[in-house]
Each structure stands twice: as C-alpha cells, then as structure tokens.
C-alpha cells in the first residue's frame, strides 16, 4: 500500500468543526439554521442516510426537519410536502432523498424546490448558476471531492482529470466544478458509451470513479502517483464495494478509501451549504 488516503473521516470533522463555529456565530445574531429531509418510502439505505444527516446536524448544532411520507405516497403528496418547507421559516435548506419510488416524477419534485432553500445543489436553477459561474448552493459530492483533494495538497490546477459516470448528482456537476477558473483543471467526462476508458483514465492526473461498477478501475489503468477518488457505493455480498479495485493503493500517489472517503464529505458539504444559506439570509 504506497498511495496516501483522502482521509474523508478526518477531513470531514475538521469541517464539522468550522461549521460548528459559524453556527455559534450564528446563534450570536439569534439565528438557527436548520435542515430538512424528505424521506419518501422505507427503503434502509435512504433511511441510513437521512438518520446520519440528523446526527450530524445535532453535533454541529443545526436543528433538522423531519418529514417522511410512506412508500405509496403520490406524486401531490410529495409536491405538498415540498412546498410545506419552502414556507416553513424553520427550515433553512432541506434535501429530498433521492431515489423516490417509482413512479415518481423525481426532477418535477426536485423543481418545485425553492432555490434558496436547495441544500443539495441539484435545483435546475442552481446548476445553472454553475455553469454560469455564480455563486450558489453547489452539489454537495463534487464539492466534497474538491475539498477533499484542497485539503490534502493534491494539485488541481492545469491537472488532466477524468471523471468516470454522468450522473446529476456527482459526474455532471464534477466536470462543471473543476472546469471553474478557480479549479481550472482539464476533465474529460467518461460514461458508459466511452470506446476506451482504460486510455482515457491512464492519462489522469485525477481519477474521479462514480459509475457505480464495482472495481471498474483497475490498477493497470491508473498512471502512477494519480490521485482516485472512489465515489461508487454497491452492495456485494452484504459489503460496500468501491468502484477503484483495492490494488489501485500499490499505483496511485492518493487514494479516497470507501467508506471513510467521499461519503463523509458529501454529508459534511451538505452542513456548510446550510450554513451559508443561513449566513446570506442573516
Ligand atoms: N437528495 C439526496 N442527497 C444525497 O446526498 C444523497 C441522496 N439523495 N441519496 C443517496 C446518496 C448517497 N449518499 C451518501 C452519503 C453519505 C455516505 C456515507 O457517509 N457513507 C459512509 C459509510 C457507508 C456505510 O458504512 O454504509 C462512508 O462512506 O464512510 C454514503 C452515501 C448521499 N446521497
């Protein structure tokens, strides 16, 4: 094992930490901020998810919000529970949990957020403040990842970066962050209908894997000394497996371990795009 780890865990608490403070700060102008979550059905892993972001919101102290709808709510119900937050003076910044049952129009859900309320940064309006180069609430897993790599010295300006997965949540937005003038690396977006992958991510200064294919980058793909962040969460045998295969450790120069990586920062970036809602309203 040569590459060092993207300590997410330890990285994730330092930012807790500067949350914490500006909270505090906050409190001292007698303002709460505070989070809510839609969780719509009873699937474990969104319920896992949801619960976490309520403990992390109790250890930084921002109150949450907390709505949960039954697996055979309809389409209006969870309209009527959006639009319950977008008036509720309580709730800073709130997340839907995503996936919603099938069935489900989930980007008309995700438009009726109000965006200034958008604590993922997955609002049309706010990805298009990306690209358009404004401030806004930024999707919180590629601005974990950039924290991620800042934090630990990894250069990313001028640096090649190959982003594997198009996804809304992570590939997409990914590519708009880094691509800013203050970011200002190269990336190359890589999905499924990629004719050479393994060419494309052997000429990576970065690595960002979020398709979601267990081990789909192996050790020969990776340029020595890269940095991989391994964003890919499946279920195999009970375990989670990462998309970066365990003897990418013994090529790259950084590696983000999974767990303990990019999950803790998505949760950590989803606290500070609350706070700084709350900051700009105060
Ligand atoms: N509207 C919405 N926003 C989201 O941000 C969102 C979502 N929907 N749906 C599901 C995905 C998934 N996601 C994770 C967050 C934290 C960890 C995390 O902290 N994982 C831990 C532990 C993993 C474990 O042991 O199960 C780790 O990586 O160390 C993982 C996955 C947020 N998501």
């Avoid at 930024?138 to 996804?167: K, W």
């Avoid at 050790?219 to 045998?237: E, F, I, T, Y």
């Avoid at 371990?257 to 950590?268: D, E, F, I």
Wanted: net charge negative; proline share 6%; hydrophobic share 45%.
């Amino acid at each position: 094992m040569t590459a060092q780890k993207l300590d997410g865990t330890a990285t994730a608490k330092a930012i807790k930490g500067e949350v914490a403070a500006r909270v505090a700060a906050l409190a001292a102008k007698g303002v709460v901020p505070g989070l809510g979550t839609v969780l719509v059905g009873d699937d474990p892993g969104s319920r896992w998810y949801v619960n976490g972001k309520h403990k992390d919101c109790a250890e930084v102290g921002i109150a949450s919000l907390r709505v949960e709808l039954p697996a055979t709510a309809t389409q209006e119900e969870i309209e009527a529970a959006v639009r319950e937050l977008n008036a509720d003076p309580a709730c800073t910044g709130y997340i839907v949990q995503l996936p919603l049952p099938k069935g489900i129009d989930e980007n008309r859900v995700l438009g009726l957020i109000d965006p200034a309320k958008d604590a993922d940064g997955l609002h049309p309006t706010n990805l298009g403040w990306l690209v358009l180069g404004e401030d806004a609430p930024l999707p919180c897993t590629p601005f974990g990842i950039v924290e991620l790599l800042r934090r630990h010295d990894v250069p990313i300006a001028g640096a090649e970066v190959v982003v594997v997965g198009r996804g809304v949540t992570v590939g997409r937005p990914m590519g708009l962050l880094l691509t800013r003038r203050s970011e200002n690396a190269t990336v190359t977006l890589c999905h499924t209908g990629t004719r050479d992958l393994a060419a494309h991510v052997r000429s990576a200064d970065i690595v960002v894997a979020a398709a979601g294919v267990p081990g789909i980058i192996a050790a020969d793909m990776v340029k020595p000394g890269a940095a991989v962040l391994d964003v890919g969460v499946s279920r195999v045998d009970g375990k989670i497996a990462g998309d970066v295969a365990d003897d990418v450790w013994d090529v790259a120069g950084w590696v983000s371990p999974n767990p303990g990586g990019v999950g803790p920062m998505t949760r950590a970036m989803l606290l500070a795009n609350v706070v700084a809602l709350a900051e700009s309203r105060a």
